[in-house]
């Protein structure tokens, strides 16, 4: 592999900004990777792992002399990094948000890019859990996909080595409109998760059962809800405050969709509910066969032989 | 380990009575085990795979001088199962249902429950998205809860012989009775399948997000959605029509919240969104530290070293 931008700013050091850094330096693509954090304590720990070549405490001297300048912070952040980078900005540099969301950030960030610095919004469609300068490993974007979302206009040859930037960092790339991009990413990512964080707090509000039986019991199906629900409370507020529209669209279609099945148990109709979770396996199989899961039961668990 | 009941009888062999079959073998539980399945498809199989030490093709056969009788049908089929062999049970054996629904199938299996023969209703719940004879494997109740549920009058050695069969299988039990189960079962269980189910629908259903872009981005978070969604349809039509009261006014509940985040996202509410997401986290903590779920990053995809 060989490096494709001299210097590589992160903005922003949680689990997408520190994954890319430990990619980075698996695939040696950058010659050289500082980093930046609103909080002293992130700097602070990013400095103790190792994290970045140098962290900086301020916005200039993180983009000074970069190449590439990635924008890793909640989405509703970035135009305020934006406004106060843009002066510092290396012509020719290019700037990239990792965000979840893409046609407010264009919005925001796009107007504040001086003359001579290339924009390509990306979107790696990759995370855990996890969050915070220690969740990143290397493998994170593996066979994962990254979207890129240029706006009109957008300089091809920056665009052509985001591309090959994210190839080497593990991932698939694709090329994406931005309405349609807010779209896909509510479906896939977004109403997925508002769902799991209601499925969660649903459960704990009962009175008539307790948390502790919600927990002991959650490998019922339970569980799989947690995961996602226990993602970054910042990031997805910021994701569902500006993706407001494509997410309540699909909510609207959600809940249509729901009654009808929630009609379907109240009047008995067994013959629609098997026709209907007949069909839902279909999609399973096509996602077991485009490699984006495992199909090993119980996500990995141990398996003992017969 | 020792024998805990000499002559086990096994009726439906998929995922769970298949999963009992290879977890009584490695804990020397049973003597010995036949088993019945309706099709003759499943009752091949079983053979050719080694499941059981004789597998029969009448329901008369598999239960002849069985001391435990596992019904390990679809719920709305243990009825009619429990008319055919209550003539041929032997005195003092034990009936058994795994199915994850409880009042339903008491009302319907206990009064066919012959004079001197016990009922001990039980939910093992464990599970993956797999289902058949194929399926199973030892280790599935490891570490997972079996809900025992006898109703009222029970015999108390019958009910303490099941507790210590289930923790030879690998499972912990605990008592509970037949409403509260069922409730708690909705909330951890039932209705996460349902919006699991109904989520993928509606991905599936769009006319704006193709489904090969629905798979191909699934790793944001649907695809959590799409294992669950994957299981047995003929179980889950059963589970939803004899679970009906509990599944309703659970999804009562579940869409009042949904609604009130809609509206906090209509509205702009980012407080709220972010207390109601950070509040959720805490309870996949409890989780993890109930052992019931792994904390590794997606599920155990293979974390290379930094």
Same mark, same amino acid.
């Given at each position: $592999?060989?490096?494709?931008?001299?210097?590589?700013?992160?903005?922003?050091?949680?689990?997408?900004?520190?994954? @890319? !850094?430990?990619? @980075?330096? %698996?695939?040696?693509?950058?010659?050289?990777?500082?980093?930046?954090?609103?909080?002293?304590?992130? %700097?602070?720990?990013?400095?103790?792992?190792?994290?970045?070549?140098?962290?900086?405490?301020?916005? /200039? /001297?993180?983009? *000074?002399?970069?190449?590439?300048?990635?924008?890793?912070?909640?989405?509703?952040?970035?135009? =305020? +990094?934006?406004?106060?980078?843009?002066?510092?900005?290396?012509?020719?540099?290019?700037?990239?948000?990792?965000?979840?969301?893409?046609?407010?950030?264009?919005?925001?960030?796009?107007?504040?890019?001086?003359?001579?610095? &290339?924009?390509?919004?990306? !979107?790696? @469609?990759?995370?855990?859990?996890?969050?915070?300068?220690?969740?990143?490993?290397?493998?994170?974007?593996?066979?994962?996909?990254?979207?890129?979302?240029?706006?009109?206009?957008?300089?091809?040859? =920056?665009?052509?080595?985001?591309?090959?930037?994210?190839?080497?960092?593990?991932?698939?790339?694709?090329?994406? /409109?931005?309405?349609? &991009?807010?779209?896909?990413?509510?479906?896939?990512?977004?109403?997925? &998760?508002?769902?799991?964080?209601?499925?969660?707090?649903?459960?704990?509000?009962?009175?008539? +059962?307790?948390?502790?039986?919600?927990?002991?019991?959650? =490998?019922?199906?339970?569980?799989?809800?947690?995961?996602?629900?226990?993602?970054?409370?910042? $990031?997805?507020?910021?994701?569902?405050?500006?993706?407001?529209?494509?997410?309540?669209?699909?909510?609207?279609?959600?809940? *249509?969709?729901?009654?009808?099945?929630?009609? =379907?148990?109240?009047?008995?109709?067994?013959?629609?509910?098997?026709?209907?979770?007949? !069909?839902?396996?279909?999609?399973?199989?096509?996602?077991? *066969?485009?490699?984006?899961?495992?199909?090993?039961?119980?996500?990995?668990?141990?398996?003992?032989?017969?």
């Amino acid at each position: $592999m060989s490096v494709i931008y001299d210097k590589v700013a992160l903005i922003g050091l949680g689990l997408i900004a520190s994954s @890319m !850094h430990w990619a @980075m330096k %698996r695939g040696g693509v950058a010659g050289s990777v500082t980093g930046y954090a609103r909080s002293s304590e992130t %700097r602070e720990t990013a400095r103790k792992i190792g994290l970045c070549d140098a962290v900086f405490d301020t916005l /200039e /001297e993180v983009v *000074e002399d970069a190449d590439l300048i990635v924008l890793a912070t909640p989405v509703g952040a970035m135009g =305020a +990094v934006m406004k106060q980078i843009a002066a510092h900005l290396k012509p020719g540099a290019t700037v990239i948000d990792v965000g979840s969301v893409k046609q407010t950030v264009i919005a925001e960030v796009q107007p504040l890019i001086p003359a001579g610095v &290339h924009f390509v919004p990306c !979107h790696p @469609m990759a995370g855990t859990e996890h969050s915070g300068p220690e969740a990143g490993f290397a493998t994170l974007f593996d066979n994962r996909w990254c979207l890129i979302v240029p706006p009109k206009g957008s300089d091809a040859d =920056a665009v052509a080595r985001q591309e090959q930037y994210w190839q080497a960092l593990g991932a698939q790339t694709e090329i994406m /409109e931005a309405e349609h &991009h807010d779209m896909v990413c509510a479906v896939v990512s977004h109403i997925p &998760h508002l769902i799991a964080y209601t499925m969660v707090g649903v459960a704990d509000d009962l009175r008539r +059962v307790s948390d502790q039986e919600v927990i002991k019991f959650s =490998a019922a199906g339970f569980r799989d809800f947690t995961r996602i629900a226990a993602s970054d409370p910042t $990031m997805w507020r910021d994701v569902f405050l500006t993706n407001k529209d494509a997410t309540i669209e699909m909510l609207g279609r959600f809940t *249509e969709e729901l009654f009808a099945l929630q009609r =379907a148990i109240r009047t008995g109709d067994g013959d629609q509910l098997h026709a209907y979770f007949t !069909h839902t396996r279909a999609i399973r199989r096509g996602i077991l *066969e485009a490699g984006q899961d495992t199909d090993k039961p119980d996500f990995g668990r141990v398996q003992v032989e017969r």
